[in-house]
């Protein structure tokens, strides 16, 4: 017989037996669990054991036929991974009239066919969320580097084809279709002076109405010319074919504070946007291209009776 046993004794307030074990003077008292609890705990073991009996349980059991990523499969063979795969074939199954009609649909018929038009916007706000609102923001309004998709501001295009085009390629993506355009990082490799960038920078801003020293804006001109008129063309209003910004509007991709274009200048931004054409179906892609376009900014082709 322990120690322990030897000295239990029954509390003389509570009528329990204590278990032995006694701290500064505290007997500890070996109360029993309640009735209702002890009822709990057996009624989840004889549902863990059903459980494991009729349903997937346990995982890399050794010498499986199946290998050692494998698992029970249970009495039920029932598979949630098998369950998803059901689902999401239904779910294709369900969409295939529409995409259907979606394919080589113009922007005119999408519009003019309420039915298209309803399921082009499920279907392209499905697709964005799953794929875009993690840079775009969940209402692609966008945030500083990446674009906002609601207005009529575009690098590289707003028509229905020029949005699809820049979605199926990516810019500056890993794709031989791929948009593309590099902004040199005029301060970083020492193509221009601090000085300098400050000047062009107090140029920049003096086209969309800021207030800068005149001497400053005249040196900031000259040195616009040569370095970024190629690009932004003379007139700075940006040329979409290179993916160059207009810079006489007060809509700033990287921020249009000073010292947030100074830092643009400085560094040269490298944004990225992966090709998507890997990665959704060409309807997938027309049905997101649509919705980006009905966000608000689209832009009818330039031969469109609409754009006339």
């Not at 000047?199 to 000259?222: C, F, K, M, N, P």
Request: aromatic content about 10%; some cysteine.
């Amino acid at each position: 017989m322990s120690d322990h046993e030897e000295n239990r004794e029954t509390d003389a307030h509570s009528g329990t037996e204590t278990t032995g074990h006694e701290w500064d003077g505290i007997k500890e008292l070996d109360t029993p669990l309640p009735r209702w609890w002890l009822y709990t705990f057996y009624a989840c073991v004889v549902i863990g054991v059903i459980y494991m009996v009729f349903l997937p349980a346990i995982p890399a059991l050794p010498g499986m036929a199946n290998g050692a990523n494998d698992h029970t499969r249970g009495l039920s063979n029932n598979s949630e991974r098998a369950n998803v795969a059901l689902a999401m074939a239904d779910l294709e199954a369900s969409r295939a009239s529409g995409f259907e009609r979606l394919r080589g649909a113009s922007i005119d018929t999408i519009e003019d066919d309420p039915d298209l038009l309803g399921f082009v916007r499920a279907a392209g706000d499905a697709a964005f969320g799953n794929n875009c609102s993690t840079c775009h923001g969940s209402g692609a309004q966008g945030f500083v580097g990446y674009p906002n998709l609601n207005d009529d501001v575009w690098l590289w295009g707003g028509t229905y084809d020029d949005i699809r085009t820049t979605i199926r390629f990516g810019i500056r993506a890993e794709h031989d279709d791929t948009r593309f355009s590099q902004m040199p990082s005029f301060g970083r490799d020492g193509m221009l002076t601090r000085s300098q960038i400050g000047d062009v920078t107090d140029y920049i801003l003096s086209l969309s109405g800021h207030e800068a020293a005149a001497d400053a804006i005249e040196r900031g001109g000259v040195t616009y010319a040569s370095q970024c008129a190629s690009c932004h063309m003379p007139d700075a209003s940006g040329d979409r074919s290179q993916g160059a910004p207009n810079l006489t509007d007060q809509d700033w991709l990287y921020g249009g504070t000073r010292e947030q274009i100074v830092a643009t200048i400085y560094r040269g931004p490298y944004g990225v946007m992966p090709a998507w054409e890997d990665r959704l179906g060409d309807t997938t892609i027309d049905a997101l291209a649509a919705y980006v376009y009905l966000l608000g900014g689209g832009e009818s082709a330039p031969d469109s009776p609409v754009g006339q």
